[in-house]
């Protein structure tokens, strides 16, 4: 540990941390050398402290939620991870229609809890994989749904340290983006729901749910999705006319069972999972003119 990060670390005796923490036991695609130092704060206090102090020591950070996007290098990451998932926690509602949940939340679990409160809106989130902040971050959606249909106001702590609201309109987010992906920390979120019947909603969550099951691979270690929606077309179509189902370098391949996913066959590395990104994109840009992007997080060490 170096001194930097040793100092940091002293900093924060109230938050919980690790050091030398495996990346490949906190990220879907089971990829990933080890974290220098990895913090799990639990609180809006403890999160701005941990934030605060690799700052002002000068250390690179990053923020993790379920990892469930993110394809972390093979090489050890220097500087400190801050985990949100399981850590950053609560739901609350707020009043008939509208739910409070914190950043590190599970999509799945604020969509029960939804669900057994009668509100309605978050069926597609159910079998999302990942956070409440991943999902903001990202504007995560499924099945026609997306966040930025719900979320009613963002709470961050900015790049100065303070807590903010944001109220959520048009310009807040776009096709797996948003504009809280320029230094900004995702705290919470409040969502605006319907009232419903609640056996209806479970019936859509378990509907869309076997649809999941039935057409992608989630016996497998990936990070969903691997490519962005061409604006004409479809990723997973694309990769398929290509004849690339099933094209493999080392332990990653393109799924044989949806082609908009590469999965860890065991024992990937990062480096396999880019050489096959990289193939893709140039194998279907070859063919269709069109440049596939991917929507997986990478990482660099």
């Known amino acids: 540990m170096t001194d930097r990060i040793a100092a940091v670390a002293a900093r924060l005796p109230q938050v919980e941390q690790r050091t030398e923490e495996s990346l ?17 704060p639990k609180s809006e206090m403890e999160l701005a402290a941990a934030i605060a102090a690799a700052r002002e020591e000068n250390v690179p950070f990053r923020i993790l939620g379920g990892g469930t996007n993110v394809l972390a290098p093979d090489e050890d990451l220097r500087g400190v991870v801050i985990c949100l998932k399981d850590c950053l926690c609560g739901l609350r509602l707020l009043d008939e229609t509208r739910i409070e949940a914190y950043a590190g939340e599970t999509m799945a679990r604020l969509a029960v809890f939804a669900r057994n409160r009668g509100l309605a809106g978050l069926e597609f989130a159910h079998g999302i994989p990942g956070t409440v902040g991943g999902g903001i971050f990202m504007n995560a959606g499924a099945y026609g749904g997306e966040l930025c249909q719900v979320a009613e106001t963002v709470t961050v702590l900015d790049q100065n340290g303070a807590i903010c609201t944001v109220p959520c309109n048009g310009h807040t987010f776009g096709y797996r983006t948003s504009i809280f992906q320029n230094g ?16 209806a909603i479970r019936a859509k969550m378990e509907e869309l749910m076997q649809k999941r099951k ?53 024992g990937a590395t990062a480096k396999d999972v880019k050489a096959v990104l990289g193939h893709v994109s140039d194998a279907v840009l070859a063919r269709t003119g069109i440049r596939l992007e991917p929507e997986v997080r990478i990482w660099e060490a």
């Open 184 to 199: 900004e920390i995702i705290v919470r979120a409040v969502f605006r729901l319907q009232k419903g019947d609640p056996a």
């Open 24 to 40: 490949k036991n906190h990220t879907s695609f089971r990829i990933g050398g080890n974290a220098e130092l990895m913090l799990f």
């Open 214 to 266: 039935a057409s992608q691979p989630l016996e497998l270690p990936s990070a969903g999705s691997a490519f962005k929606r061409p604006q004409n077309g479809y990723a997973a179509a694309m990769i398929d006319e290509a004849g690339l189902k099933g094209f493999r370098i080392g332990g990653a391949a393109v799924s044989e069972k949806h082609a908009g996913f590469i999965v860890n066959l065991g």
